[in-house]
């Protein structure tokens, strides 16, 4: 696959099908991931991967929980904002987006494979970080669709106790990658164009460039 169509498609692709992924597509997965860029080569990370149903019945309700406490705080605001205009163009999005991640949450279980990432001494994640996204680009290019999320952090005591995490080494965790072969379609996400978010040299200056619409294809 081209590294540009891997770039532009791979959003969040939350709903995917229970079929189990291959270990040879998980392992060329892995294998991509650990070539990420890591700070001082240290490669202070590890990665853990969950497929078995006992385990992923276990975090399935901490999830759904967490979930509800990100829609009633965090995004509450924006949530109430997109019901009292649900015609305008950035409510139908924010709904969308709550509709794709409660899915999720509603169904933890059925999602076939789970990446956690890890780091130690690191909790701002500058190495782990890299190497999730190349894990989910590495995905792509299998087929493998994925969605990185961060809110069992939440429950972070809970979810070391049922992973068997060490509490006295200093691992903070990063992420969790859900995986799995998608329901829909691929497609470059719509996003504000990078002239609008990007200054040059002065925040606020003009960045010397505007391409209204994606560059590729």
């Known amino acids: 696959m081209d590294v540009r169509e891997a770039l532009y498609t791979t959003r969040a692709m939350r709903r995917v099908k229970p079929d189990p992924i291959p270990v040879d597509v998980q392992t060329r997965i892995m294998d991509a991931a650990v070539r990420a860029p890591s700070g001082g080569n240290t ?9 078995d149903p006992e385990v992923k019945g276990k975090l399935g309700p901490i999830y759904r929980q967490a979930m509800s406490v990100l829609w009633a705080t965090y995004y ?3 949530i109430d904002a997109a019901h009292a205009a649900p015609d305008l163009e950035e409510s139908k999005s924010m709904l969308r987006v709550q ?3 409660q899915w999720l949450a509603d169904n933890f279980e059925a999602v076939p494979l789970y990446l956690f990432g890890f780091t130690q001494h690191d909790p701002g994640g500058s190495s782990i ?4 996204w190349s ?4 995905a792509r290019a299998e087929g493998v669709g994925s969605a990185l ?3 069992l952090v939440f429950h972070n005591d809970e979810v070391f106790d049922i992973l068997g995490v060490p509490t006295d080494d200093h691992w903070f965790m990063s992420g969790c990658v859900s995986l799995g072969y998608p329901t829909g379609k ?10 609008d978010v ?20």
Not at 186 to 195: E, I
């Open 129 to 132: 970080y890299p190497a999730l």
């Open 76 to 78: 509450k605001d924006r």
């Open 198 to 217: 990007t200054w040059r040299n002065q925040w606020g200056a003009d960045p010397g460039f505007r391409d209204p619409e994606p560059l590729w294809p």
């Open 99 to 101: 509709k794709s991640a």
């Open 135 to 138: 894990a989910q680009l590495a």
């Open 186 to 195: 691929w497609g470059v996400a719509a996003r504000q164009p990078a002239h």
């Open 149 to 151: 999320t961060q809110v």
């Open 43 to 51: 490669q202070n990370w590890r990665f853990l991967l969950v497929d």
